[in-house]
């Protein structure tokens, strides 16, 4: 199965099954952007229901603005960018870089402004604290996984017209990995979950988290594509994938060889999917591929590899949704097995998340 077409499959009106879409948590710090998409160019996106414009000032800084002029709602991402200033190309108004409106063609801006987000760069990407208070904006909340160091990696983006917690809960089950993608190994599959305990979650953020663990006795297969080692490799494999809500899901695999004296140079990969809502139905996903070792193979055809694989998660998810939004047969429509805990933890957590929020 491969697709590239990451546009839903039907036009017709979303009615939302209310228990199996979770609402927007934005009390985080979230992806907006690689880092290597910040340039002089004025660029948009949405995130959490509202459109944004990003840029790299004069001095290097970088700047996420709400992309609504404040005076008759004119993307600021279409309007004329003048040193460090933007003119809104409709009537005029211009706004420095942290949102506040300088001038207005025959009138005074007085408090005039637009939202301006806190930025953080961490590994290739730009994070942005959509919370309400900007004070609150402490870097240490971002749950950058400690494993990644040094070594190499690749980096992609993958758009899923689903509702996040879908994007989170295909990647707190493996099991589809033999199905869907033809990968993983039986042996993976049939291996039973274990919820991870709090000291095996992400330190300082184990209240945010959920994720379980396979300890398993099987070969290398193909993670051993990227660093040139021998697929039938026997080692002990130790994989642990957790979702930091709301923003980040990462698997720390570990291997180890049975054989003290194989050549194999793998020891552990990394897969991490910053997940980013662009709204209740669309989710950005920034993915990085990392291992500890140099990549042996062209980097770009890994990288297509990989995005390959997401791609086929994309058209599942595209299905389920469509199926979500307009079967309306009363009853329990999703029997759920051991497998299913991790998700189904997930997705209270991230209701609970937004229901403080709310209060
Ligand atoms: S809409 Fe921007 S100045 Fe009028
Ligand atoms: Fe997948």
Same mark, same amino acid.
């Given at each position: 199965?491969?697709?590239?077409?990451?546009?839903?499959?039907?036009?017709?009106?979303?009615?939302?099954?209310?228990?199996?879409?979770?609402?927007?948590? &934005?009390?985080?710090?979230?992806?907006?952007?690689?880092?290597?998409?910040?340039?002089?160019?004025?660029?948009?996106?949405?995130?959490?229901?509202?459109?944004?414009?990003?840029?790299?000032?004069?001095?290097?800084?970088?700047?996420?603005?709400?992309? &609504?002029?404040?005076?008759?709602?004119?993307?600021?991402? %279409?309007?004329?960018?003048?040193?460090?200033?933007?003119?809104? %190309?409709?009537?005029?108004?211009?706004?420095?870089?942290?949102?506040?409106?300088?001038?207005?063609?025959?009138?005074?801006?007085?408090?005039?402004?637009?939202?301006?987000? $806190?930025?953080?760069?961490?590994?290739?990407?730009?994070?942005?604290?959509?919370?309400?208070?900007?004070?609150?904006?402490?870097?240490?909340?971002?749950?950058?996984?400690?494993?990644?160091?040094?070594?190499?990696?690749?980096?992609?983006?993958?758009?899923? $017209?689903?509702?996040?917690?879908?994007?989170?809960?295909?990647?707190?089950?493996?099991?589809?990995?033999?199905?869907?993608?033809?990968?993983?190994?039986?042996?993976?599959?049939?291996?039973?979950?274990?919820?991870?305990?709090?000291?095996?979650?992400?330190?300082?953020?184990?209240?945010?988290?959920?994720?379980?663990?396979?300890?398993?006795?099987?070969?290398?297969?193909?993670?051993?594509?990227?660093?040139?080692?021998?697929?039938?490799?026997?080692?002990?494999?130790?994989?642990?994938?957790?979702?930091?809500?709301?923003?980040?899901?990462?698997?720390?695999?570990?291997?180890?060889?049975?054989?003290?004296?194989?050549?194999?140079?793998?020891?552990?990969?990394?897969?991490?999917?910053?997940?980013?809502?662009?709204?209740?139905?669309?989710?950005?996903?920034?993915?990085?591929?990392?291992?500890?070792?140099?990549?042996?193979?062209?980097?770009?055809? %890994?990288?297509?590899?990989?995005?390959?694989?997401?791609?086929?998660?994309?058209?599942?998810?595209?299905?389920?949704?469509?199926?979500?939004?307009?079967?309306?047969?009363?009853?329990?429509?999703?029997?759920?097995?051991?497998?299913?805990?991790?998700?189904?933890?997930?997705?209270?957590?991230?209701?609970?998340?937004?229901?403080?929020?709310?209060?």
């Amino acid at each position: 199965m491969t697709t590239t077409e990451n546009a839903p499959t039907t036009a017709r009106p979303l009615r939302r099954s209310p228990g199996a879409v979770a609402p927007l948590v &934005r009390e985080a710090w979230y992806v907006v952007a690689a880092r290597s998409e910040f340039g002089h160019e004025l660029k948009q996106r949405w995130i959490l229901g509202e459109p944004v414009c990003f840029f790299e000032a004069e001095d290097g800084s970088l700047i996420v603005l709400d992309d &609504r002029c404040a005076h008759r709602r004119f993307p600021l991402s %279409r309007s004329v960018r003048e040193g460090d200033t933007i003119r809104c %190309r409709y009537h005029g108004f211009t706004y420095g870089t942290d949102g506040r409106c300088l001038a207005v063609p025959g009138a005074t801006p007085g408090d005039i402004k637009v939202r301006s987000y $806190p930025t953080v760069e961490r590994g290739p990407w730009v994070w942005i604290w959509t919370g309400a208070d900007a004070e609150a904006a402490d870097p240490g909340l971002i749950p950058w996984p400690k494993e990644i160091d040094g070594g190499d990696g690749v980096t992609g983006y993958t758009n899923n $017209p689903c509702n996040y917690s879908m994007v989170h809960e295909n990647l707190l089950d493996l099991t589809h990995l033999e199905f869907l993608h033809g990968i993983g190994g039986h042996d993976f599959t049939v291996t039973e979950p274990r919820l991870l305990s709090a000291d095996e979650l992400p330190a300082g953020f184990a209240d945010l988290s959920v994720g379980y663990g396979k300890d398993l006795h099987t070969v290398l297969s193909h993670f051993a594509i990227s660093a040139g080692d021998d697929p039938t490799t026997p080692v002990f494999r130790t994989g642990r994938m957790m979702s930091v809500t709301p923003a980040i899901n990462y698997a720390v695999e570990r291997f180890e060889p049975t054989d003290p004296a194989a050549t194999a140079k793998l020891r552990t990969v990394v897969i991490a999917h910053c997940v980013t809502p662009a709204d209740d139905s669309s989710t950005h996903q920034f993915w990085m591929y990392w291992q500890d070792v140099p990549f042996v193979v062209d980097r770009d055809e %890994r990288a297509a590899l990989v995005k390959t694989v997401f791609n086929e998660d994309v058209e599942a998810l595209t299905w389920i949704q469509e199926y979500m939004d307009h079967d309306e047969r009363a009853g329990v429509v999703e029997h759920s097995v051991p497998a299913d805990v991790p998700g189904l933890r997930l997705r209270r957590l991230l209701h609970r998340l937004a229901a403080s929020e709310r209060a």
